[in-house]
């Protein structure tokens, strides 16, 4: 069975999901196909910076999230050996806030960006088995022995994408970190202000920040090999719950009581993975009218929050690259029309390659260097962190957030 579609996107998480409502909003169809039979809300939250909430105006969906979140007016970061202060830096200026940061259940954003979409743009339990040429048109073979064939191929579908893997992009490398996860609600309010607080050093990088008045999110990056941690552990909450009280309880009692709260349900454990960044400047990350947005373009350590963001970023981009092709009428008399769309079409995503190379490459590094010296266990780096380098890192931090992708509008 074969169908025709003008835009298959591949993966329905927060990249696959903004891109199809970001392609709707501008009056485009397209359609997304996920492996799974509903959608999947792994994880438990994450931050949203500045550039993501613009992305999300320009959904349109920005408002609704902003309800059910509270704004964090600061960050605050401390010494993960003593327990000392380092640096604290205010979002907010004369009662305004000057970088919008929240923290938003990774539910509540799938699930938004989901209602907003046409009924049947989502194709549940339509696993990619291949890509295959046809002319300029690319045949997706569906595992469950369908095809579908289409003109604009969108791989939204995370680390271990098989469009990227198409594509001939390298496999994301393992950083050599993981990070433990948690997620804690209060039947009553939890009483912490709206702050990040983070703590630096000696292998690892913890902290938390509050959702909304009864949730917080919390989080433990480490070096395995630097904290000796027993990779078999990797799969027992327990474990998990018991290694980030050990690091933590000598120098955070707030984040020791929140993680004693936390069900064992609620924490989970991964390797942290990178796509090199030289990959992502120079390899492919298009062929003619096949792209790739999200983290199957740029898998990143978390050190900077701006995984979502900057995968909410392309989206919008993608949108109006394809926007400008799609919707313009046909000009040139001497072109066939099906030629001169296909044209069309790849200069549009050359557009959005352009802009996104350069910005992913400058993201994944920034990251990483940002876990490196707020991890770091090395006396030279701690002294460095301590008196110079953790505003260097805040700082590049809001500089990388205050981004702005646009409106989305075509010009």
Known sequence: MEREENIVIVGAGIAGLATC???????????????????????????????????????????????????????????????????????????????????????????????????????????????????????????????????????????????????????????????????????DKHGYQPMFHAYFGGGVRFGFLPSDDKSLYWFCTFTPSVVHFDGNAEQDPMKLKQFVLNKAGNVCKELSTIIERTTLDCISCAQLKLRLPWNVLLGNILRNNVCVVGDALHPMTPDLGQGGCSALEDSVVIAKCLGEALIKPITDGRIEQEDEEFMKIRKGLEKYAKERRWRSFIIISAAYLS?????????????????????????????????????????
């Not at 919008?100 to 509540?108: A, L, Q, T």
């Not at 380098?389 to 205050?402: E, F, H, K, M, P």
């Open 371 to 411: 876990g490196f010296i707020q991890e770091s266990g090395s006396k030279v780096i701690s002294f460095l962190r301590e008196h110079f380098l953790a505003g260097v890192t805040i700082s590049v931090t809001l500089r990388i957030a205050n981004f702005d992708c646009g409106k989305l509008a075509v010009s």
């Open 21 to 187: 409502l970001a392609l709707h909003r501008l009056g485009l169809r397209s359609i997304v196909l996920e492996s799974a039979d509903s959608l999947r809300a792994t994880g438990f939250a994450l931050a949203l910076w500045t550039n993501a909430w613009r992305a999300l105006d320009a959904l349109g969906i920005g408002d609704s999230l902003r309800q059910r979140s509270l704004s964090i007016t600061g960050f605050k970061s401390f010494s993960a050996d003593s327990g000392a202060p380092i640096k604290e830096v205010s979002l907010v200026e004369n009662n305004r806030v000057q970088y919008e940061s929240r923290c938003v259940r990774r539910k509540d954003l799938l699930e938004t960006l989901a209602n907003e979409l046409p009924q049947g743009a989502i194709r549940y339990s339509s696993k990619v088995d291949s890509i295959e040429e046809s002319g300029p048109m690319k045949l997706v073979h569906l595992a469950d022995g369908s095809t579908i064939k289409t003109k604009v191929l969108i791989g939204c579908d995370g680390v271990n994408s098989v469009v990227a893997n198409w594509l001939g992009l390298q496999k994301p490398v393992n950083s050599g970190r993981s990070a433990i996860r948690g997620f804690v609600e209060y039947p």
